[in-house]
């Protein structure tokens, strides 16, 4: 199982973000991302939890405890639909959001 370290840096390299833009989006600093990747150190509560909210990732994962990435679809999603969705529907929706906040992103920067 992956290590925190390890897990991070996997979800800054699949949004494709540096160590400074990641730093920018959670509040914190690149020298402090860097020694969390590096495993020279652990985040506290609050900077875990930002992280896990940034990525949406459950905190569990981010640590290494679990290899259940998301929440579960109960936990999530279940004030929107009573509709059972596939591993695919979720995806799809995930997409969606990751669209929908890449465009807010932009649209802040210009």
């Not at 929440?71 to 509709?83: G, N």
């Amino acid at each position: 199982m992956n290590n925190f370290s390890d897990r991070l840096k996997e979800l800054r390299k699949e949004k494709n973000l540096t160590l400074r833009d990641l730093a920018n989006k959670i509040g914190t600093t690149k020298s402090t991302l860097s020694r969390y990747e590096t495993n020279d150190g652990m985040p506290k509560q609050d900077i875990l939890e930002d992280l896990a909210d940034y990525f949406e990732v459950t905190t569990d994962y981010l640590l290494g405890r679990t290899n259940q990435k998301y929440f579960k679809q109960d936990e999530t999603i279940a004030f929107h639909t009573d509709k059972k969705l596939t591993d695919k529907d979720l995806k799809t929706i995930r997409n969606i959001i990751d669209a929908y906040i890449d465009g807010i992103d932009k649209k802040e920067k210009e």
